[in-house]
């Protein structure tokens, strides 16, 4: 604030300021800053990333798209946007066209863990349930202990009616307490699904034991 009271178009400090009020989770005032900040250089792939990521917040996704895509017109190699463009793809429920964003991004950096997740999410969102545990598989090589790949590769099992090894997947992210509890959720379900239901009552207790405020009606903590 002081550098702008002695410059007020400078436009890294506008950058600076906004990527600041982001952190605070003052959105529209950090979407205000990077908008000052194009105005003056419409060049700056990085301030039109920051501010899809703010619009994205603001559950402004069409308008997110955009900016995304303002930045990779600047900056065709920006992984991050091609990644954080496919979450908003999958936000507007246009599962394909995420999936080509995620691989884009992949072709980029072969090793970006969040990516090979998240494009599980939408293969398995689409019913491409062999496909998403090959992309969880993946993330899972670089990120062993990911609670929520080793959850949503149980999912992806459980939908391919492979129970037992769903349970297995289960198992290894229920080790992260509060992070693991939803895989506790769906390793019960999966026990009861099976008829083992004094299997299926343990779990439900520990849950219960373990994390006691869970969200029993979204399925979310």
């Not at 002081?2 to 890294?12: E, I, K, T």
């Not at 990077?34 to 619009?55: H, I, K, M, Q, S």
Request: aromatic share 10%; with cysteine; net charge negative.
């Amino acid at each position: 604030q002081r550098a702008l009271a002695l410059n007020q178009d400078h436009v890294a400090t506008l950058y600076n300021r906004g990527i600041v009020l982001q952190h605070l989770g003052r959105n529209d005032e950090a979407l205000a800053s990077y908008d000052r900040a194009l105005a003056l250089d419409p060049n700056l792939a990085e301030g039109f990333y920051n501010r899809g990521n703010v619009l994205r917040k603001l559950d402004r996704n069409a308008d997110a798209l955009a900016s995304y895509d303002r930045a990779l017109v600047l900056k065709p190699h920006f992984a991050n946007a091609l990644y954080n463009r496919a979450n908003v793809l999958r936000d507007l429920s246009r599962h394909e066209d995420a999936i080509n964003s995620y691989d884009r991004a992949l072709a980029l950096e072969p090793d970006f863990a969040e990516a090979l997740y998240n494009r599980g999410n939408a293969l398995h969102e689409i019913n491409r349930h062999e496909d998403a545990l090959i992309s969880y598989d993946r993330a899972l090589a670089l990120k062993p202990a990911d609670p929520e790949a080793l959850n949503n590769r149980g999912n992806a099992l459980a939908a391919m009616k492979c129970y037992e090894d769903a349970l297995i997947a289960y198992d290894g992210s229920r080790a992260v307490k509060r992070e693991g509890a939803l895989a506790r959720y769906n390793r019960g379900n999966i026990l009861w699904e099976l008829k083992r239901y004094s299997d299926a009552a343990t779990t439900f207790a520990q849950l219960v034991a373990a994390v006691p405020d869970y969200d029993y009606a979204s399925g979310w903590l």
